[in-house]
Structure formats: structure tokens, C-alpha cells
């Protein structure tokens, strides 16, 4: 059964906000799942740099151990490793008690399909110091439980979750020591991934972005401003109308990776027949010395002519050699 961790996390307290252009982030997805296939709960940890996933550990791999997923990755000393694996099978006994308790708190039976999930992880300035930290999990898809690091204190975001609210206060250091690691372990390890594999989370690669137009069945006209090829991930993709912004009537697909490294994405807004020519789509990307204007221009007659020329062409040779 695939488990896929960052897929899991739905919109709402788990949702980050954008990391803005210069900043980076480090980020652990840590996932549990129980079910009635499994002898025991599957535990997957995925470790990401910005946008690229860097390690990885799965409890239920033939020998569980947490590797690397980038090749700068493999430069890490042998202790790193064993250190990192330890702490994963560590963290894979807590979140299969965690699953057990969260059932009791639930209310729920045994059987079913069942994740009890967390992020972790900080964000820092494009001067790589600390900008946020973040520590929140869910159980079943929905938001559970988040540190609050502004307060000091945890947040139960559903009625059950005053139990672990409750059980976690009991240890007052506890919230002092996952501010303490969000603030400065996390921002120094952050910092030392940046310089080891700067040739890849450094670079900026821009986007291709053009406007295409669309009919529906019944007459509505779409244009959409797609742009791929573009890394990091953050984009900022905008409609305007004779220069205004067109933000409630834009329709935006939620930037995907494109599994070569790479990310795409793209806005569309419903125009008026014969409208086209006011609207504009800008595209702002590290990756551009400056953004990009795009209208979208209907090929020329001129063009099919001599498609169509070129074509019949075609079929007076093919007729002139069928009969030769």
C-alpha cells in the first residue's frame, strides 16, 4: 500500500503559507499508518530543502534506514546516518502508540484505515536568518494539535486533542526545547544542506510561460497563462484587465512538480468573446530579471495560408508521382 506523506496533509492549519522568493525552508513530513493489511503500523519520514526531497526512511523497506534522495546528500559521514536512523525508529514506536491512543480518544474500534501525521520544520530570510518555525500534526486527514510558538503553548484543534494538550503540558521544558530546535537547530542544519548542495537549491531556473485560448461547448471563452520549466516553485501568476488586477475571477491550478526537477503551473480567466486583446497575464519568478508580459495572440491568417498552400502542394506531388 503507497503511502505517500506530503499528499496526506490537507489545506487549513497544516497548509504553509508561501515561501517567498530568496527565503528557504526545511521541512520533515512524518507519517503512520495502521490497517487491517499491515502487521503493524507503516511509519514514513520525508525530509525536504525548499522543493527538493533530500532523505527519506520507510519502516517497512527491506532494511530500514534513512537514505538519501539527492545526490549531494551522499557527501554525509556514515554517523549522520546511523544518528538519523536511530531517531526514526524511535519516532516510529511514538507514532504507533500515538495511533493507539488516538483511536481511544476517538472513540473508534479496532480495523480501518487509520494516519496520525506531523511537519516540522523552520523558514529562514533570504539572509538565511530565522524567519518561522512550525510543528503541527493530523490524525485521519484533519488538523489535530499545533505549537504555537508565539505563546509557548499547544493548540487542540479538536476536542479530542485536549488530551494530548493535556499530557504534553505536563513536561513544561517540552515546548522550550521544540522552540529551541525550531530556532536554531533546525535554521543550522538548514544553513549547512544550503552550502552543501548549493549548485542545485541555489539555482533559479525561469519559466516558459505562454497564453492559450479555450472554447467550452456552450461559447464561454477561458485564456490560461501556463508556465513550466521553472524552479524554485514559487511563481506568482496575474490576470489584469486593461492593467488591473483580476484577482476573484481567476482560476488558479496549484503549482505541481513536473518529475524532472522542475514545476508548472497555471491561471485562467473567463473573457468575453472578442475581449482578448485587454487582458495580460505577468508572471514574477526569481528566475526573471524582470516579469513577464503575455497576451495571447491569434495566429495569422497568413500562417494558415501557407499551411494550407504547403499542404495542397503536398497533394499535387503525391498525385503527380502516384500517376508517374
Known amino acids: 500500500m503507497e503511502l505517500n506523506v506530503p499528499s496526506l496533509f490537507l489545506l487549513g492549519t497544516l ?15 512524518d507519517a503512520a499508518m495502521a490497517s487491517h ?29 534513512e537514505e538519501p534522495r539527492a545526490p549531494w546528500m551522499e557527501q554525509m559521514d556514515p554517523g549522520y546516518w546511523e544518528r538519523n536512523t536511530r531517531v526514526n525508529r ?42 518561522r518555525g ?28 485536549v488530551n494530548t494538550k493535556l499530557k504534553w503540558e505536563v513536561d ?10 525550531l530556532k536554531e537547530k533546525c535554521v543550522q542544519w538548514l544553513k549547512k544542506y544550503l552550502e552543501i548542495g548549493q549548485k542545485t537549491l541555489k539555482r533559479a531556473d525561469p519559466p516558459n510561460a505562454r497564453v492559450t485560448r479555450h472554447t467550452a461547448p ?26 488591473e488586477e483580476q484577482l476573484q475571477d481567476t482560476e488558479f491550478i496549484e503549482t505541481r512538480p513536473a518529475g524532472d526537477g522542475t514545476f508548472q503551473k497555471w491561471a485562467g480567466v473567463d473573457v468575453t468573446s472578442g475581449q482578448e486583446e485587454k487582458y495580460t497575464c505577468r508572471v514574477q519568478h526569481e528566475g ?8 495571447w495572440e491569434p495566429e495569422s491568417s497568413s500562417t494558415w495560408l ?10 499535387l506531388l503525391t498525385a503527380v508521382i502516384a500517376e508517374l
Open 15 to 29: 497548509a504553509l503559507t508561501e515561501i517567498w522568493a530568496g527565503c528557504h525552508s526545511l521541512r520533515y513530513f
Open 37 to 65: 493489511e499491515l502487521a503493524e503500523p507503516r511509519f514514513l519520514a520525508v525530509g525536504y530543502v525548499d522543493d527538493q526531497q533530500f532523505v527519506r526512511f520507510d519502516s517497512h523497506s527491506a532494511s530500514p534506514r
Open 90 to 131: 524511535e519516532n516510529a514506536q511514538s507514532y504507533r502508540v500515538g495511533l493507539q491512543n488516538l483511536r481511544g480518544y476517538f472513540n473508534q474500534s479496532e480495523g480501518g484505515v487509520h494516519t496520525y501525521q506531523s511537519i516540522c520544520g523552520c523558514e529562514v530570510s533570504p539572509d538565511l536568518t530565522f524567519k
Open 134 to 161: 512550525f510543528y503541527q500534526f493530523a490524525y485521519d486527514g484533519q488538523d489535530y494539535i499545533a505549537l504555537d510558538t508565539e505563546t509557548s503553548t499547544w493548540i487542540a484543534l479538536v476536542p479530542q486533542a
Open 172 to 181: 513544561s521544558s517540552l515546548v522550550e526545547r521544540e522552540k529551541a530546535y
Open 218 to 243: 456552450y461559447g464561454e471563452v477561458t485564456l490560461r497563462c501556463r508556465a513550466q520549466d521553472f524552479y524554485p516553485s514559487d511563481i506568482s501568476l496575474t490576470w489584469l484587465r486593461d492593467g
Open 288 to 295: 526573471l530579471p524582470e516579469p513577464l508580459t503575455l497576451k
Open 306 to 315: 501557407i499551411v494550407g498552400g504547403l499542404a495542397v502542394l503536398h497533394l
